[in-house]
Each structure stands twice: as C-alpha cells, then as structure tokens.
C-alpha cells in the first residue's frame, strides 16, 4: 500500500471551489435516458459494467486498507464519477449498507487533495455501527458511496501562522491539511498540538514527525495521556507556556467534546474566538432551548399521509424515528444536510444554536431540529 | 418454497367477528407484522436486487434479439423475454417499491417517492388511486373504484345497466389494453360531464400521464424501431407483442386477486368505525390468493398472496408465501375463510361473474355474505 504521503506527491488539483460545469457527451446521454424512462436502465448497465462511473451517484473503490493504531485504519479509495477533489479539512458523506439499509457517517477527508484518490480515517468507537462495520467488513476492491467533499473548515487563504489542536481520530482533517502544506512547501509557521492516550494511539505519528523534520516551518509536538512526567493530557496553562503567540494565530481545534469545550472557553476568554475554527464529530450538549419532554406534537408527514407524534424535548428526527418512519439523514448533527426537508407549517428550534424557524415554507434540518408547536413536514 | 394445502376444514364463509374478537384478531395480525418488520434485512434486499438484475438482463437480451435477430425463432423468443422483463417490473419490482416495501433500505433505486414504473399510468396518479383508494377502501361499493374499475359487474351488489350486456367483450378488451385501462381508471375519465369546466379538469389532472403516455409511447414505438433500421417493423412488433402480454397476465393476475368466487363485496354502512380488527377481516374477505410455486409468485409479483398484500402491502412481497401459513392459520382460528385456489379455478370464477353479471339480478337486498 502507498504511504498517503506518496498521494500528496501525486496529489494533481487542490481544488478550493467547483469550476461551471460542461455539458459532456455522458450528461446528455443521461438527459436523453431520462426523457425515454430509461435512465433506470442506463444506470443499471453503467453500474454493472464499470461501477464507479454510475450516473447519478458517486461511488468509491477501496483499493487499500492500514492499520493505523490499535482501534483505527485508514481506507484509501479511488473516486468515481462526479469527485471534484476536496480542500483539506473537508469531510465527505460514507454510505454503505448494513444489514440491507443504508447508512450515512460523515468522515474527514485525511489524505492530500487530488482529482482521483483519497482516504478517510475511522476509529472505532464502541458500540458504533458504521464505524465498527469498517473496522470488520470493508475489503479492498469494495464499493462504498461518498459524496462531494463539503465543511468550512478549511484553511484561510493568507494564513501565516497557524495552530492545529487535535485530539484523538479529531486530527483526521488537520491531517489533510499537513499533507497539503507539506507537498506544496508551504509552511511559513505552523505549530500541531496533538493529544492521544498513549504513542500507540498516534495516528500517522512517525509520519508528522517526518514532516517536520524536513520542513523547518512545522512544528509538531506529541502530548501523551500516560507520560509520566506528569505533561501529559490537555492543560491550559502548558498549552499557553508551548506556544505563547497562539491567540495571534489562525487556530483549528477537532477532537472529544471535553477538550474542544475547554479549548474553545480559552479563546472566548481571550475575547478572540473568531481565530478558532472548529470541527465537531459528535453532536455537542444540546442547548436547553426550552423544550418540555412532556410536550406531544404531531407531525404530518405530508407527502406519506401518516401523522406521528414528537415531544418537545427531542429532535424532530429522533421522535420520528422512535414513531417508526425512517426519514432520510446522515450525520445527524446538523453537518451533512441530508435530512433537510421542507417544512410546511408550524414553528421549530434549533437546538444547536436556539434559532427559531416560524415562517411556512422553511427548509429545516429535523436532526437538530426540535418542535414547538405541531408540524407539518413534506416528508 | 412450498405450496399452501388445501384444507377442507377451512370455513368458506367467514362469521361476523365480535368486536373483543375483532381486537384480538387484529392485535395477532399486528403481531406477526411487527415480527416480520423486525427481521427485515439484507436477504430482502439481495432479493429485490436480483430479480431487478434478472428483469435488465432479459429486457436487454429481449431487445437484442428483436434488434438484431432475424427469422421467426429470435423473434418469439425475443418478444417472449421482453414480456418477461416488463412483467418482472410492472409487478413485483414497480408495485411492490411504490407500495413502500422497500423505503427502509434507504436506497434511493427502491424509493417509494421516486420510482416511476415502465408502465403508461403515471406514479403519481396510481399511488393515490390505487395506494390510497384502493387499499384503504378494498371491496367498499361506492368507495373502491377497483370493482369492475367502473366498466364491467363483478357482483350482484353493483347495479345492472345495459352497458353491461357487452361486457364479455368489454372485459377482453378492457384485458388486452390494461395499462391503459388502469391509467385512465385513475384519471377518472367515467367521470367527465359534458362541460367546460369538468373537462379541463380532466386535463389538469391527466397530465402526468400525459407526459408518461407520451414517453412510453415514444420509447416502444418510435425510439426502438428507429434504432433498429431495417429491422423497425420486428421491434415494433415485438415491443407491442411484450405489452400485450403484459397487459393479459396483470389482468389475469388482477382479476383473480378481487373478484373470484367467494370473494365479498362490503357497503360504506358496514364499513363505518370499523375497527383495526375488522379492518384486516374486510382485507382478508374482499381478496383471493392463487396458488403456485416460487416462478409464479414472483412472476404475479406475489399478488398471488393478495390476502397477504393486502393484510401488509408495505412488507416486502417476497415475505407472502413466509407468512401466509400463519395467516391461514389464524384465519381458521377466527373462523374467516381464506380464500386460495389454483389459477384456473379462480379465474374460471372470474369469467362465469363477468357472464353471470352481464345480465340482470339477482336482486338482493343487501349484501353480508359471499355469493358462492
Ligand atoms: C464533520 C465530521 C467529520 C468526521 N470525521 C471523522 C473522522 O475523520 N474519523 C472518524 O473516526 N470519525 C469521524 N467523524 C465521526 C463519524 O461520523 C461517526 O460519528 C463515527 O464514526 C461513529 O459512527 P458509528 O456509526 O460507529 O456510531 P453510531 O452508531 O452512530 O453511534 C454510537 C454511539 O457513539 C456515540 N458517538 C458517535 N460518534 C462518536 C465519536 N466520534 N466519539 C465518541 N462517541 C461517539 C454516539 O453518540 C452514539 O451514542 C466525523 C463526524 C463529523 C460530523
């Protein structure tokens, strides 16, 4: 298997915005298909003949699979159609079928950016089911679905100096930015933090260091949970003695919920929280925005006809899927966008940033959505 | 797979349920619907996949042989698997993913909301014609428009009308152009009165089919003929050869599920309040299933097991023949009858009520029990 790092070598297009797109001879053939009610067989045959070619999905081949720390492995993948290269710190949307449905989990892209490959990074987090589904099922030559790399958390065009705070599977993306840097020669001052439970933890430890030692512009230092010299795990004050300039610099910080908190207290104390850009894997504590458990609502689903009911105090997403229905979704925190649906009437919070949507006619997104008054959605 | 026994203990008529044994008829029949929904999974979907691989395989085999073959021999077998490709799809891929069977998958290609069927009734129209009305209000005279779909007298319930003296004929064409039949039924066309307003009523909500009719008719009848060249005259040929054929066996297919002997027809009054429980009894009485092995049921796309469907048209058809034991066990139990039999003696039901019924009477003042 090729180091990720031979990929950022190769690494052909560091794509930042889609280029307008031209009508190619397969989109017409498509549109044709479509107009003739044969679209289904057209993308059944292109399917069977060279998969990743599959009009209207975008599919991926496993070509490769490594170990990286005891609980996480990365999979390289080679894109099919549609895959116009991601910025590093993106994410892309994996589905895969579990037991006959299809399941959707948002993974940062970690390899450098490029035209053709990439890779995700998965830990396994216990009890998970796509994670762990990864770990155990995914061979090489499998085909998975991804969609286009998509996430704001991505580098500032005239960053100078900059501060990466990972933590954890969290240095997934700061990953894909180091790569970056460090094909293109980039780094003027760049200072990574990042935290593990042990050195077995690391993920691409020797591979940091590497780096660093060739390009004078990075620094890079290793924190341990078990050091014994009493250093190890997250400490405000070491951080601050480590890197004094940090609240000068563009900082990005990912990884467990407690330490990002803590992070981010740090940098709102400074009064200089807009330098600090996060990414958050899980869902963060849902601010109380009033919801009363207690509360029914009732939801109609308008374009099934069926009606369930929802408290206050859940997402609309959670309540519907404990009412049965099974609406479409992906992350489930508000990144992904996939269950964005229309809602019809009735007034809903958004339980990440309290925001309330009263208006008709709204596009909300029922995973972070909670209700406030009965609901119509067309779902 | 195996075959249902006939059982000669098993009530033709079923009795009137009480309505504690209506509840407890309905909460044994949610039961077993709950079990199968829990063991949902990937053998399901390999399932569906499969056939929908089979389905690709012979339409595109089908055409190459209409396209490219030459002589009579390439020609019936060409038509015959282009037949078999469209019933495959008509039947338990189209009507069994629009039904929803498959939106737990998630896969956007079994997605209720998005399939659109080979097949000249728009998606939209049918699922509420056929989704909504239909199965909501099976066998309700006055409600369920599938009875006769408005053009011939299955039961002595529906009134007589002259009309109906030709309907042997009627049922033959009706059969031949079925497609058309069921996408017309669903616009309502026996509706229209002979005005404005009623008229561009009709054509506000016959555009989807519109633009479907035209594509279909477009891809058979135009598109493959085209592409063939020389050969436009076989393809055209056959392609109306496998539409034919199609239209036949879902008639046959259709016709057999709802209106055999044995089968009851319900009036609104009875059917008012009616409770979960009596809802599945309606289900059960008002359908009939057709035995066969595993090739048939697929093949009617398990409306064979249309007491099954009926019961649950949102658990994956191939799940019918599984669960149609207990069914039939339970209905015993309740005393329903359970109305199964062999293709030719349903369908010879069907065409001794298309005769009987195309004449007058008999009159009888209301309906409760079944007619055989
Ligand atoms: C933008 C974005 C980028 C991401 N990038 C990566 C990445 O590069 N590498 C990676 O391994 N993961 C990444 N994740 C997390 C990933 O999407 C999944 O959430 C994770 O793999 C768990 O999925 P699962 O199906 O195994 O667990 P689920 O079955 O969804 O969850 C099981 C339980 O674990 C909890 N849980 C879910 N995720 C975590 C977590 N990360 N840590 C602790 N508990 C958790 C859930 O709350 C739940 O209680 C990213 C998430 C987002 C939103």
Redesign the interface.
């Given at each position: 298997m090729p180091a990720p790092s031979t990929q950022a070598a190769a690494s052909d297009l560091p794509t930042t915005r889609r280029a307008p797109k031209r009508t190619s001879f397969s989109e017409a053939a498509a549109r044709a298909a479509q107009?003739?009610?044969?679209d289904?067989?057209l993308?059944?045959?292109v399917h069977?003949l060279s998969p990743l070619s599959t009009p209207?999905?975008m599919l991926a081949r496993v070509t490769g699979i490594h170990d990286e720390t005891h609980d996480t492995k990365t999979f390289t993948l080679r894109a099919g159609r549609g895959w116009q290269g991601h910025t590093p710190g993106q994410f892309t949307n994996v589905d895969v079928?579990i037991?006959?449905?299809?399941q959707t989990r948002c993974y940062s892209v970690s390899s450098a950016p490029s035209s053709r490959h990439l890779s995700i990074t998965v830990k396994r987090v216990s009890g998970g089911l796509v994670s762990n589904w990864l770990h155990d099922h995914l061979q090489v030559g499998d085909i998975i679905g991804i969609s286009p790399a998509d996430g704001d958390f991505v580098l500032p065009d005239d960053a100078a100096t900059l501060l990466f705070i990972a933590a954890g599977s969290g240095i997934t993306p700061m990953l894909s930015m180091a790569r970056d840097l460090a094909a293109r020669g980039a780094f003027e001052d760049t200072v990574m933090v990042y935290y593990a439970r042990s050195a077995d933890d690391l993920i691409a430890g020797d591979e940091l260091s590497r780096i660093a030692a060739e390009h004078s512009g990075f620094r890079y230092v290793a924190i341990r949970d078990d050091a014994h010299d009493g250093t190890g795990g997250f400490d405000e004050a070491r951080l601050r003695d480590m890197v004094p300039d940090l609240f000068d610099r563009a900082a990005f910080t990912c990884g467990p919920a407690g330490l990002m908190d803590r992070v981010e207290a740090m940098w709102r104390d400074a009064g200089v929280e807009s330098r600090l850009q996060r990414e958050r894997f899980t869902l963060p504590t849902l601010t109380d925005a009033g919801g009363d458990p207690n509360v029914e609502r009732s939801v109609v689903l308008t374009?099934?006809?069926r009606t369930a009911e929802v408290t206050g105090g859940e997402t609309i997403l959670a309540g519907l899927e404990r009412a049965g229905e099974?609406p479409?979704h992906g992350c489930r925190m508000g990144i992904c966008k996939m269950c964005r649906c229309r809602k019809v009437s009735g007034s809903v919070r958004n339980v990440v940033t309290g925001e309330i949507s009263d208006a008709p006619d709204q596009d909300i997104q029922i995973c972070i959505s909670a209700a406030n008054s009965d609901l119509a959605l067309a779902l | 797979m195996f075959r249902l026994q006939r059982n000669t203990q098993a009530p033709t008529i079923s009795v009137e349920l009480s309505e504690e044994e209506a509840d407890a008829f309905g909460a044994e029949l949610d039961a077993l619907r709950a079990e199968i929904v829990a063991d949902l999974g990937q053998s399901d979907v390999d399932h569906i996949r499969s056939i929908i691989r089979w389905c690709q395989y012979s339409e595109a085999g089908g055409r190459a042989l209409l396209h490219f073959g030459i002589g009579p021999l390439s020609f019936v077998l060409g038509a015959g698997a282009l037949t078999v490709s469209k019933i495959l799809e008509n039947m338990e891929i189209g009507h069994n993913i629009m039904h929803g069977q498959y939106d737990w998958t998630r896969d956007p290609e079994l997605d209720s909301g998005t399939y659109d069927w080979d097949n000249a009734c728009a998606a939209e129209n049918w699922q509420h014609y056929h989704n909504f009305e239909h199965h909501k209000y099976t066998n309700i005279l006055g409600k369920d428009r599938d009875i006769g779909y408005g053009l011939l007298r299955v039961s002595e319930e529906q009134e007589w009308n002259p009309s109906h003296l030709v309907q042997p004929i009627s049922a033959l064409i009706l059969a031949s152009l079925f497609q058309w039949g069921v996408a017309a039924h669903d616009l309502h066309v026996d509706e229209v009165r002979p005005n404005r307003k009623s008229v561009m009523a009709l054509y506000e909500r016959s555009r989807p089919f519109l633009k479907k009719a035209r594509r279909q008719l477009a891809k058979d009848y135009l598109f493959f003929p085209a592409l063939a060249l020389a050969n436009a005259p076989r393809v055209f040929a056959g392609n109306m050869i496998a539409n034919f054929g199609r239209n036949l066996w879902t008639f046959a297919v259709i016709f057999c599920g709802h209106f055999p002997d044995g089968v009851r027809i319900y009036s609104e009054e009875e059917c008012e309040n009616e409770s979960r429980g009596q809802w599945y009894a309606r289900q059960i009485n008002g359908s009939a299933n057709i035995e066969g092995g595993r090739l048939f049921h697929i093949m009617t796309g398990h409306l064979s097991h249309q007491i099954e469907h009926h019961l649950f048209p949102q658990i994956p058809a191939a799940r019918y023949p599984q669960i149609a034991e207990r069914v039939q066990e339970i209905c015993e139990r309740y005393g329903q009858a359970y109305n199964t039999d062999s293709f030719g003696s349903q369908l010879g039901g069907v065409a001794r009520k298309i005769l009987r019924y195309a004449l007058p009477g008999p009159a009888r003042p209301q309906a409760t029990a079944a007619t055989a």
């Open positions: 107009r003739l009610h044969l289904r067989q993308r059944f045959w069977e209207d999905r079928e037991d006959g449905v299809r374009s099934s006809g099974k479409a | -």
